[in-house]
Structures are given as structure tokens and as C-alpha cells.
């Protein structure tokens, strides 16, 4: 002990002596533990301690406390397991620039063990056992920070931990994370990091010598929030990370990788420090895939749901899968097809030398870009199947049983088809196969046959007459017409049975026949409207719309010209005026009663639609006389009186018409008479005498209006006229300027 003693004593002299570090290079051998008492003869201002190439298993946290100076520990060839947190959160915290803990025994690293260690630069943790680092370990106030060793250690997956520190962005140094020589095959996320960097890039991430065998676009694009330039190119700068020398498995799932690098400097940078080469499959081995392998021998053997004994391989190069199945004693075509990854876009079916007998829809019919049924047994081709085919671009089906192919074949060229070994049969319906051929000259298999009556003819020479098709154009034409016809005369029929109304409005509409039954009130001629009107005279729109278009129309325009009894026009006004209403609805033939939001309200058009009630009861036998228009049928107001009484009996077996409906006007000019009241004389295209009297009786009524005017006091409930907008005083002055 005396002598360990002396030469402690002589270590702390020569420490001394050198002024600010401490050598414990191989001192305390046998020694498993490194306590805070072992450094107590080393100066409390020392900056570097080396306790390198001894013994120690474990530290304690307390190891370094004390030492307020300290900027350099050096740990390396030990066999410590573990850097305890806090060890490193002593009163040197803030002086700890770099650590070096290579040739040991640590497992794992966890968050916070350099949790104040702002200073820190370089951390050395090479050739240990390390399987797993928290995602925060090298945090973002690291910002110091230029180097962190790992390589030669045992992580099986890469977390983004390397990109949390926020260095500063101009200082022109690099941080690197030196990741290789680990075995490292998967790419993982589980901080749920996502990247915003831009130039210049800050990081260095070497992954060389891992066993990274897959860099998909799954993996490149699994740190960005949102994809807009999926450009792998652009995310290996980003990253700036070095996944050379890695056993990468050179298939399908590489293709995109080294597709966008042929198409970038990298093709011609660094090449002999960035090689990436092939380690599988074994005749690609130690290929290097960026320089010597063409993009098309990037493929993947498909097994899963692939069809027995046939081989299918997904080539992303032409985005087809391709199924090979030939000879193989298949009886139809596959059903089902193996999982496809987003990139693949067709079908090739190479399905030759089996025992398949026809084509059918399958549920992959739509991406079919080649399909290869040759020496089957195939005697039907469905045309259906052809349709649904919309990206066939081959089709060889030579060496079968057909007979006749279907028209929809022609929507390839001739010369993307082979037909040719098929006992084709010269038939009048497959005439058109000869213009097929004739559009596509100079085919290989232009000279393809039929047989008929034991003469075999060149398709592309047949033609009706050459094949003796006696059916003359006559008969074809008969038959289509006929056909017609008929089909007219059962849609007729069924429309009919649908919609009895409107197919009597329609008849009389074009045809000017009146399907219903004589009315006797149309030949009364004491008549002497064709129509009264009823509606809601307040309702500007609705007074519009009966003026402007209704009664303009129906008296003014068309070969038939109707006469209608407009209240607001042609009603007496004074104290007559309700029974002027009740005569005049007695005179008219029919009664129009449109119903808007402001008739159910309006005390006179309640009063008119009972009398119509009572003119419609009192002539039901011989016809329902009363006509309802619905203003609009959306309406809330008018489907709410609707469904109240008195309106809601009233309308049961009554004719409701809207002009929202369709066939409005035909349907208007079913239900007026048949013969309107007025005729025109043909020779002077004037009016008849009976209108003339009128006239000459309304314009003499005029008079004794004027005369008696300053006798007349109007009902106390009498509105005022909503045509014009003016009061019925204002009446008597326009006649008297009449």
C-alpha cells in the first residue's frame, strides 16, 4: 500500500507539473468502479483527465465533481457499461467540450446525459454495444456540437436524432454524425420528427457499412410533412446523409432511387467514394447499381397470390406486372392478380400453350396492356371483355378455335393482333373484317383465311357479294322502319298506361284530336266566356305574369284566340260588383283559380272561389268546370293552406296544373273548350257581330257609369284596383276621358 501511496503522490507531482491535465493512463488497473475519491489528488483547475486502458465497469455520478475547469475526459478502452445521467452535471458542465469513450461496453445512451453540456463538440462513443439513443440526447442547445462517433456499435435502426441540434447556419462547419459500421436496416420515426431545412446544410449523416438493403419512397419521404417535389434527389441533399457500401438487394423496390440518381450529378460524383452495390440478388452481386446496371434490371418476383406455377414479376421500369403462365395447363384466364404497388399501371399476360377457351371479363380487365393467349383452345371472345380492355395495346390470339372474333376487336390495329391458325368461318356478318385488314396494309398476317361451302377465301378479299349475301337493302331498310314502329306504337302504349293525362294532352297537342267526351257547357251559346279568371289581383307578380303572358297568350297570339273574364279588366265597379262576378262566372265556361301566398287572405278571391265551388257542383254531371293552378309548388305558404280545410276537399278530383310543371301550356289548352266562343271571319280577318255587340253593350254600361259617378259610394270592403294601382274614383275619370 506504501507503495501505491508514493506513486499516487508522484502521478499528482507530475500532473502538477504539466500545469492543467491529469494522466491516469492505465493507473488503476484491477479497479472496477471510478469514485470520486480516485481523482482526489488531481487538481480541482484541471482541464483534461485520461483514465484510458483500465478496468473500470461503472462510474459514479460523482466521479468528476469538483473539477470546475474540466474540458476533456478521456474514458476510452474500459469496460463501462453505462454514463449515468448527471455525470456530467457538475460545476465543469459549461467547460465540457469533448468526450471520448471509444472500446467499451455501453449499451445505451438515455435523455439529458449531456443536458447542460452547451460546449460540448465532440463525443467519441465508437466500438461499444450501443442498440439504442433516446431521441434526445444530443438535444437542440447542442450547438457546439461538430462531431459524434457511434460507428462500430450494434443500432439495428435510424431514429432522426442526428437533426435536432441547431447548430449555428454560417459557420461553415459540418455537423457529422459518423453512423458506420452498425447494423442498421430500418429507417423508423417514432419522435414523429418532421425536417425544415434549407441551404446550407448543416449535417453530415454517414451510414456506410450498415446493412441498409431498401431506400424506398417510403423511407425518403417518412420525415416530411407535406410532399411537393418527390424528387429522391432533393431529399439526399436535404439530409446530406451517405448510405453507400450498404448490401443493397437490387430490385424493384430500389428502382426510384437509382432512377433519379442516374438522372443527377451524383452519377458522376465522388465515384469511387460513393459506390452503391448490389449484394443480392446473387448474379448482381457487388454490381455497383448506380454505373453498371441498367434501370430494367430492376424487377421483383412477385409470390404472393401469384397463380400456380407460373412466375410474376412487377417491372417499374415500364409500370407493368408481368405474368408469365405459359404452359402451365391453366383452363381459364387468372382471376385474381398479386398485390401491385402504386407505381404499376399495367398488365402483361403471357398465357400461351394452355387449355383456355374463352376470354371474359375479369376485374382487371381495365389495365391489360398485353395479352398473349396464343395455342389455347379459345372458341369465344366476349366483346364486352374487349371494351373494359381500355389499355390494350398487343392482343395474340393465333392458334385457336375461333370461329368469328367480335367488331370490338377493332379498336386495335390488325397489325397489333395475331390471329392467324384459327379455322375462321366467311360469313356475311363478319364482312367488316375486311376493311379492318385494309386499313393496316403491308400486315404480316394480312393474307389470313376463311372457309365457306368448302372454298377458302382471303379475309381481306371477301366482300357481301363475293359471299353470295342476298339480303337486299329494301328488306334491311323495311325492317329498321318497321322495327321502329312497333316500338313506337308499345312506348305508346305503355306511356299511356303510365300517364293517362298526359297522353291525351300530348295527342291533342299534336295530333288535334280531343280524346275526351263532348263537354255540353262548350255548345251552350249563352256563354259568353271561355274562361274566367281568378287569381290575386295585390300580387304584382302574379298580376304581371297573368297579363303579360297568360292572357296575352292565350287572347292575343296562336291560331285559336280565347275570351277570358279578368276581374281587374272587365268587372262592373260599385255596388254590383259582386254580383257583376257571380253573372259573369255563370257566362264562362271554365274557371281558372290560381292560387299564390296572397289569394288565401284576399276576402274577395275567397269569395270567388266559393262561387266556383258552387258553379262546379252545380255542373259536375256534365264537367268538373273549375281549373286550379298552383302558383309555385315549393311554396310554404301555399302548401300549408293546401293541407287545411275548406282547400283540401276542394282540390280532391279537381284538375291541378303549375306552371312548374311540364307540358303547362298544352295541358292549359286541353282543358278551354274546344271551340272558343269568338270566331274570326276569314274574309276580313275581324271579329263576328256577336263581339261587336258586346263591345257596343260594354262601352254603353261605360256611360251610365260616367252619368251616375257622382251618385255611386263604393262598399266599405271594396279593394282598390291592383292592376293599375289606382283607386276606383280614378276608374270613373279614365272612362269619362274615354
Keep these: 500500500m506504501a507503495t501505491m501511496y508514493v506513486l499516487f503522490l508522484f502521478i499528482s507531482l507530475l500532473s502538477r507539473t504539466r500545469g492543467q491535465s491529469c494522466a491516469y493512463k492505465g493507473t488503476f488497473t484491477g479497479q472496477t468502479t471510478l469514485t470520486k475519491a480516485l481523482l482526489t489528488n488531481c487538481p480541482r483547475d484541471t482541464t483534461y483527465i485520461d483514465i484510458s486502458y483500465n478496468d ?7 466521479a468528476f465533481d469538483g473539477f470546475y475547469a474540466l474540458a476533456k475526459i478521456n474514458i476510452t478502452n474500459n469496460k463501462i457499461t453505462e ?23 455501453i449499451e445505451s445512451l438515455s435523455n439529458n446525459v449531456f443536458e447542460n453540456n452547451f460546449n460540448l463538440k465532440i463525443v467519441d462513443l465508437s466500438f461499444n454495444k450501443l442498440h439504442f439513443i433516446d431521441t434526445n440526447v444530443f438535444h437542440k442547445d447542442l450547438t457546439k456540437l461538430e462531431l459524434v462517433n457511434v460507428s462500430y456499435n450494434q443500432m439495428t435502426y435510424f431514429e432522426p436524432w442526428p437533426y435536432v441540434p441547431e447548430t449555428p447556419p454560417n ?58 417535389d418527390q424528387s429522391v434527389l ?22 426510384e432511387l437509382v432512377r433519379d440518381l442516374h438522372a443527377s450529378f451524383f452519377l458522376y460524383y465522388r465515384v469511387d467514394e460513393y459506390r452503391y452495390r448490389c449484394a443480392s440478388p446473387s448474379h448482381l452481386a457487388n454490381v455497383d447499381l448506380l454505373h453498371d446496371l441498367d434501370l430494367d434490371q430492376f424487377v421483383c418476383n412477385i409470390t404472393d397470390n401469384c397463380p400456380l406455377n407460373c412466375t410474376c414479376q412487377e417491372k417499374p421500369y415500364i409500370s ?46 381495365n389495365i391489360i396492356y398485353n395479352l398473349t393467349v396464343s395455342n389455347n383452345d379459345i372458341n369465344y371472345i366476349d366483346g364486352e371483355a374487349l371494351k373494359e380492355m381500355v389499355k390494350l395495346n398487343n392482343l395474340d390470339i393465333s392458334g385457336n378455335d375461333l370461329k368469328f372474333v367480335p367488331k370490338e376487336i377493332q379498336k386495335l390495329s390488325f397489325h397489333k393482333v395475331k390471329v392467324r391458325g384459327n379455322p375462321f368461318q366467311c360469313e356475311c356478318n363478319m364482312t367488316w373484317m375486311a376493311d379492318w385488314i385494309a386499313l393496316s396494309n403491308g400486315a404480316d398476317e394480312s393474307s389470313i383465311t376463311c372457309s365457306s361451302d368448302e372454298k377458302t377465301h382471303v379475309i381481306k378479299d371477301v366482300t357481301e357479294k363475293s359471299l353470295g349475301c342476298n339480303i337486299s337493302d329494301f328488306v334491311i331498310i323495311f325492317s329498321v322502319i318497321m322495327t321502329v314502329v312497333v316500338g313506337v306504337i308499345v312506348g305508346g302504349i305503355i306511356t299511356a298506361k303510365r300517364c293517362p293525362y298526359e297522353t291525351k294532352v300530348l295527342i291533342y297537342r299534336f295530333l288535334r284530336i280531343h280524346p275526351r267526351d263532348l263537354y255540353k257547357i262548350d255548345q251552350d251559346e ?82 270567388e272561389s266559393d262561387q266556383a265551388e258552387m258553379e262546379h257542383n252545380a255542373n259536375s254531371e256534365n264537367h268538373p268546370r273549375v281549373v286550379y293552378i298552383i302558383w309555385h309548388d315549393e311554396n310554404e305558404v301555399i302548401k300549408q293552406n293546401l293541407q287545411k280545410e275548406p282547400w283540401k276537399s276542394r282540390l280532391i278530383g279537381k284538375r291541378v296544373l303549375s306552371p312548374d310543371k311540364r307540358f303547362f301550356w298544352s295541358k292549359i289548352r286541353y282543358e278551354l273548350p274546344i271551340k272558343p266562343r269568338n270566331k274570326i271571319n276569314r274574309v276580313n280577318n275581324s271579329y263576328t257581330d256577336i263581339q261587336e255587340a258586346e263591345r257596343d253593350e260594354r262601352q254603353q254600361n261605360n256611360d251610365i257609369k260616367v252619368i251616375y259617378k257622382k251618385d255611386f259610394i263604393p262598399p266599405p270592403n271594396r279593394p282598390q284596383s291592383a292592376a293599375i294601382g289606382i283607386s276606383h274614383d280614378n276608374l270613373y275619370l279614365e272612362a269619362i276621358e274615354v
Design 56 to 62: 473500470f465497469t461503472t462510474v459514479s455520478v460523482d
Design 83 to 105: 454514463l449515468p445521467v448527471g455525470l456530467f452535471d457538475q460545476s465543469f458542465k459549461a467547460s465540457l467540450s469533448e468526450l471520448y469513450g471509444s472500446q467499451n461496453r
Design 171 to 228: 459557420d461553415d462547419i459540418d455537423l457529422v454524425f459518423d453512423i458506420q459500421h452498425n447494423l442498421i436496416e430500418n429507417f423508423t420515426n417514432t419522435m414523429n420528427w418532421t425536417y425544415d431545412l434549407v441551404e446550407p446544410y448543416e449535417y453530415l449523416v454517414n451510414l456506410q457499412f450498415n446493412q441498409i438493403s431498401v431506400m424506398s419512397d417510403e423511407v425518403i419521404f417518412m420525415y416530411r410533412q407535406t410532399v411537393e
Design 234 to 255: 432533393t431529399e439526399l441533399l436535404t439530409y446530406n446523409v451517405n448510405i453507400t457500401n450498404n448490401p443493397f438487394f437490387c430490385n424493384c423496390k430500389l428502382y
Design 320 to 365: 407493368t406486372l408481368e405474368i408469365n403462365c405459359t404452359n402451365t395447363n391453366l383452363r381459364e384466364l387468372p382471376k385474381t392478380l398479386p398485390p401491385m404497388s402504386d407505381n404499376i399501371q399495367y398488365v402483361s399476360l403471357y398465357l400461351s400453350g394452355n387449355h383456355i377457351t374463352e376470354i371474359t371479363k375479369r376485374n382487371y380487365s
Design 526 to 607: 249563352t256563354m259568353h266566356y271561355d274562361a274566367f279568371l281568378s287569381f290575386d289581383g295585390e300580387d304584382i307578380q302574379v298580376r304581371q305574369w297573368i297579363k303579360t303572358i297568360f292572357m296575352k297568350k292565350l287572347e292575343e297570339n296562336g291560331k285559336k284566340k280565347y275570351k277570358f273574364f279578368c276581374p281587374l279588366r272587365d268587372a262592373l265597379v260599385g255596388e254590383d260588383y259582386g254580383q257583376d262576378l257571380v253573372e259573369k262566372m255563370t257566362q264562362s265556361r271554365r274557371i281558372f283559380v290560381l292560387l299564390s301566398p296572397g289569394y288565401f287572405t284576399d276576402t274577395w278571391r275567397i269569395y
